[in-house]
């Protein structure tokens, strides 16, 4: 068969159409047979693989659930759809959503793949009020920051290691209710056997070996990808050695950091500190 080449630049949808075609193909499924598990003709389909069609939400969300893509489509469609999300973040996510485990250490808020919906409303109305961004902006970025959530549901899940300083924990962020909600979130994720939820206390000092976000990516061929953002724009490190550094300082922040059992003791002191203040 006569394959068509997609150029990736020929439209701003041919990167759905190629990873689309991609998942498909790799499944070992014919348009015919994967059509009508996501709502459409075959014709269609082939419209969408060649970006002459721009795809629904509805057909993308379904794409994941027939591909089993851990919601690397919907993640696309969303990065495609409007700009809202940081430049060079939809990269990051797609590679995210393949990755087999996750490495996270984040230093002022909780991390977004842990985040209650509430707490990322909160985040997002904190910038609306200040007259950062438009509502409509602040919507999408809700929206967006759930849909990645979608990579925990994953079969088989990632692994996924997170060490939150504990300035997380203390920011009071939409509230008591809602920081009181968010932690309990992180007891319920720490009991997951793939969820590693580590507290670094201030205690730590200068001996925190990070002073900004940083996220480790190993994929399924064994390659490891940093991710880092400066200013609003975030990057993706690709150098073997600079990544091997970053590496062996995440090791090391894991020793130095409290561990799982004391992390889960500490949260549960800070929430419960939460409950007991007044209204």
């Known amino acids: 068969m006569n394959k068509k080449k997609i150029d990736p630049e020929s439209s701003p949808w041919a990167p759905f159409g190629i990873q689309l075609r991609a998942f498909r193909e790799a499944r ?23 970006a002459h069609r721009p795809p629904t939400r509805k057909l993308a969300e379904l794409s994941d659930i027939a591909l089993d893509t851990g919601g690397t489509m919907l993640l696309m469609w969303y990065q495609l759809k409007n700009a809202a999300i940081l430049e060079g ?14 490495r996270i250490f984040e230093a002022t808020v909780i991390t977004g793949l842990l985040q209650t919906r509430a707490y990322t409303t909160a985040l997002q109305m904190g910038s609306v009020n200040l007259g950062l961004s438009p509502q409509k902006l602040a919507n999408e970025r809700i929206e967006f920051r759930m ?10 899940p990632p692994v996924l290691h997170v060490v ?36 670094a206390p201030f205690t730590l000092g200068a001996n925190r070996p990070f002073t900004h976000m940083a996220t480790l990516l190993t994929m399924p061929n064994r390659k490891v990808l940093a991710y880092g953002e400066v200013e609003q724009r975030g990057y993706i490190d690709r150098d073997s050695k600079s990544v091997a550094e970053l590496a062996k300082s ?21 929430r419960r500190d939460l409950e007991w203040m007044s209204t």
């Open 28 to 50: 070992d499924l014919l348009q015919e047979e994967l059509a009508p598990l996501i709502g459409c003709s075959p014709s269609h389909l082939s419209y969408i693989e060649l």
């Open 89 to 102: 973040f939809p990269e990051f996510s797609r590679y995210e959503a393949l990755a087999e485990e996750i």
């Open 147 to 156: 849909a990645r959530q979608q990579v925990l549901q994953r079969t088989p």
């Open 164 to 199: 939150l300083d504990e300035t997380c924990l203390r920011r009071v962020v939409g509230g008591r209710d809602v920081m009181v909600e968010q932690l309990l979130h992180l007891e319920e994720l720490s009991a997951r056997p793939n969820v590693i939820i580590q507290v």
């Open 250 to 270: 995440y090791d090391r922040l894991a020793v130095e950091a409290l561990g799982q059992t004391e992390s889960l003791t500490f949260m549960r002191a800070v």
